[in-house]
């Protein structure tokens, strides 16, 4: 009889990735990873770069399934309702586990209580910028600004209830002054009105408004994070501008339906630290306007409690409602 050379190495690599997948305590067959959001955002880029390293790490075939919807909340409703086996995992971020759930009366799920944080995985910092028309080089100028005139300075944000949006109210809340919201249809818009002096100030993504920092297009006031962001060294926070207990970040995590078992929550949150600690995943996520964020289960899990808590109390003091 004579003996396929290729069907037998086939049968015996896929027999060893059987093995592997057993000997650390997955589930055979494939891994999904739910991103709630369409083919082409940080998310589901996100979720294609960890699919091709957690799959031969776990001995899996790794897969990305997008559900839109509801600003990501049916996405992670699928998440929720997933058997909690190790066959289904999902990205969660800043607006579906601390942002919508106060928002949405009827989200038909609590992050808190319904899903198992795995590890945290990438964040974008954003920046507050201001038009040079506006005449204000610092936070301090433009909170000055806005306490001789409330209510007389507009502010872009992305739209209602978004991170850039709640980065705004964070600032009103932590500094007591009052600027007046005017949402746009995505950051591309909010980049065109400050560029044109149609806005005077507004929160963005470093990496949109970087080139227009550069030129001296719009005046960097202040970056949202607790550190300095590396392609700005020389703006300040917004703690070192005098904004007392503000950071604001969009971040971005791996999380698994409530009831995983702790074995297979472990492996998958081992697998994902050791993929975003390669340096290919390093540079890929910075080409995407990013920085690998990573933290264990139990960290991010109580990272996502205080910001749910934190955003919870921002959305409640701006008393933010969405249809």
Not at 122 to 133: D, F, G, H, Q, T
Not at 289 to 303: H, I, L, N, Q, Y
Request: hydrophobic share 50%; glycine share 10%.
């Amino acid at each position: 009889m004579k003996i396929d050379r290729r069907a037998l190495l086939a049968s015996s690599a896929a027999l060893a990735a059987a093995g592997t997948a057993r000997a650390q305590g997955m589930p055979d067959g494939q891994l999904r990873i739910i991103v709630p959001a369409p083919p082409g955002a940080f998310n589901d880029g996100l979720a294609r770069l960890l699919a091709d390293r957690l799959g031969p790490m776990l001995g899996q075939t790794a897969v990305v399934d997008n559900r839109v919807g509801a600003g990501g909340m049916l996405g992670t409703k699928d998440i929720v309702q997933a058997r909690p086996d190790g066959r289904t995992i999902g990205i969660a971020n800043t607006a579906t586990m601390a942002i919508n759930p106060h928002l949405f009366a009827n989200a038909g799920f609590d992050p808190l209580t319904d899903l198992t944080p795995i590890a945290s995985c990438a964040r974008i910092m954003i920046v507050l910028v201001a038009s040079p028309k506006l005449g204000v080089s610092s936070v301090a100028e433009l909170i000055a600004m806005a306490r001789a005139r409330p209510g007389a300075l507009d502010y872009a944000s992305a739209g209602v209830g978004g991170s850039t949006h709640l980065a705004f109210e964070l600032l009103k809340l932590r500094s007591g002054i009052d600027l007046t919201h005017v949402p746009y249809r995505g950051a591309a818009p909010v980049a065109t009105a400050l560029l044109a002096g149609d806005i005077p100030v507004g929160f963005e993504g470093v990496p949109l408004l970087l080139p227009h920092i550069r030129s001296g297009a719009l005046k960097a006031l202040a970056v949202s994070g607790a550190t300095r962001h590396p392609q700005l060294p020389e703006v300040p926070t917004m703690q070192e501008a005098g904004v007392a207990n503000y950071e604001m970040a969009i971040w971005f995590g791996l999380v698994a339906p409530n009831g995983m078992a702790a074995p297979i929550r472990e492996r998958l949150s081992a697998a994902t630290l050791r993929a975003l600690a390669e340096p290919e995943m390093v540079d890929k996520i910075a080409q995407q306007g990013a920085e690998v964020w990573a933290r264990d289960g139990a960290s991010f899990a109580a990272f996502v409690r205080a910001e749910h808590a934190k955003l919870g109390e921002v959305v409640r003091a701006a008393n933010i409602k969405v249809e």
